[in-house]
């Protein structure tokens, strides 16, 4: 018998920059990545989601390509600037029919939407005006947006949340300057992160005031952090990462308040985050529903004595995600003794069923769902076909593990892998691929499905227990 409940979800996820093109079309407004992938530099070979792989005008044969696949559920994002060009006031309506035709065309296929409310897109135009997620500014302009959302969408999609990894756009985006607004400033970073605090427990008020027939969370990415020894120093040091890097960004949204001895820390090295009156208790009282976990990989953890700064990058890669640390508390090392991907990133399904036991017990028993999960690769056409063995490899052990903490007794909902097609990754283009449908750029984007996908087929027919 399988592990996973009966009405486990199966499902898989995009994010609307990395999938939808479409960057100009219908009255859409111009987003901080339409802006920032131009400038010399900053991705891959220039690549930018302009076109990305049209989902925009090809949904319906992509959802047709998601029902063969047999997916419950859909994790999509919305772009601001599509529906609010100027981020706020006038209403783009063809950017409110696309999500709508969306909408229809997935609940036409039983397939059940889960809308990310923001993956990144910020409307350029609210950067301009005062300074995007640096101004308290933000979280009025986010709410109108949200409301905008529940109030076209609310009748039919049920499971919502309100962000995509706090830690990913507000770190890369304000101290290591890898994202727009390509800030290293960690004093604005901090405080920016405070408001995307404030605007989720707006939005959360919001969807509750305005009687919305479903849930809402937050989804952050979990990289599990383990000390490299065992020596007080580096053990001392992992406390203070894994702080940062889950207890930072999950306490806000699911206690109300900042853990006590880090924003002690923060206050007192950089001034921030800024309270004013009201702050304490709008994080209080909007706690979410459920949380949803990203997890791709763990990150070891070491005492730094030697590397300067707090963007430090100690692989030398870009994107693989050991940019941050703080001279003299910690820097995240590669382990000697771990199985890595082409891009760095270690594989470790141990550390998915360690992250929800962590959150378990932090948090008591909410409800969970893995939003994402997935294997970065370049995948090889061999006689015409594209063979992501290594892939199912990856998602077979890590559906395991989400097994494994089914069974210890978590409320583990759904598994949103990613993703469901190949899509741009942010810095590193078309080339790192992740999903179960490959899109051939050499022949106007034609969709391909991989070895994977009638794998993950079975997954879902027998509700995981022919892995
Ligand atoms: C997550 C993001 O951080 O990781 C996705 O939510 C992203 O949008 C995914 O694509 C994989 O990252 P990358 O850098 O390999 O594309």
């Known amino acids: 018998m399988s592990v996973f409940p009966k009405d486990f979800l199966w499902g898989a996820a995009t994010a609307s920059y990395q999938v939808e093109g479409g960057h100009d079309a219908d009255g859409k407004g111009l987003s901080n990545w339409d802006l920032f992938s131009h400038l010399p530099g900053t991705t891959y070979q220039g690549t930018n989601g302009d076109v990305a792989v049209d989902h925009y005008h090809r949904f319906r044969e992509d959802v047709a390509l998601m029902a063969e696949l047999g997916m419950q559920t859909y994790r999509f994002s919305i772009s601001w600037p599509r529906l609010l060009p100027q981020g706020r006031g006038e209403v783009n309506e063809a950017g409110i029919r696309f999500y709508s035709e969306l909408i229809d065309e997935l609940l036409k296929h039983n397939i059940k939407p889960m809308i990310t409310l923001y993956h990144w897109d910020l409307p350029q135009a609210l950067q301009e005006q005062f300074g995007g997620w640096e101004s308290r500014e933000i979280v009025d302009a986010f709410d109108e947006y949200a409301r905008l959302c529940y109030q076209r969408f609310g009748d ?57 027939d479903g849930q809402i969370g937050f989804v952050n990415v979990l990289q599990p952090n383990d000390p490299i020894s065992d020596s007080p120093q580096d053990r001392r040091a992992c406390e203070i990462a894994e702080g940062i890097f889950t207890h930072w960004l999950y306490d806000p949204v699911l206690k109300g308040e900042y ?18 009156p009201g702050d304490e208790e709008l994080l209080k009282q909007n706690i979410v529903d459920f949380i949803g976990l990203n997890y791709y990989k763990r990150e070891m953890v070491a005492h730094n004595d030697d590397v300067d700064g707090y963007a430090i990058n100690t692989s030398g890669q870009k994107g693989s995600g050991r940019e941050l640390g703080f001279k003299g508390l910690f820097k995240l090392v590669r382990n000697p003794n771990g199985v890595y991907t082409d891009w760095d990133w270690e594989v470790y399904p141990q550390g998915l069923t360690d992250a929800i036991g962590r959150i378990v017990k932090r948090y008591g028993n909410i409800p969970l769902y893995i939003t994402e999960n997935g294997l970065g690769a370049k995948d090889p ?18 559906i395991q593990a989400i097994g494994a903490a089914i069974e210890q007794g978590a409320d583990v909902r759904g598994y949103y892998p990613w993703s469901f097609i190949d899509l741009l990754s942010w810095l590193n283009g078309y080339q790192k691929q992740y999903g179960f449908v490959y899109v051939d750029h050499n022949d106007s984007l034609a969709r391909k499905k991989k070895q994977s996908f009638g794998w993950y087929q079975r997954v879902i027919a027998t509700n995981g227990e022919q892995l």
Request: with cysteine; proline share 6%.
């Open 156 to 212: 039919r999609v049920e499971l919502w949340s309100t962000f995509n990894e706090t830690i990913v756009f507000i770190g890369m985006g304000y101290m290591t300057g890898a994202h727009p607004p390509r800030l290293t400033d960690p004093k604005k970073g901090i405080q920016a992160c405070h408001h995307v605090f404030l605007a989720n427990a707006r939005a959360v008020k919001s969807f509750r005031e305005m009687g919305i």
């Open 259 to 276: 853990p006590a001895e880090l924003l002690a820390m923060a206050q007192q090295a950089f001034g921030v985050p800024y309270f004013v």
């Open 381 to 398: 056409i061999v006689d015409g076909e594209v063979r992501d063995q290594p892939r199912i490899d990856y998602l077979r052990d890590h």
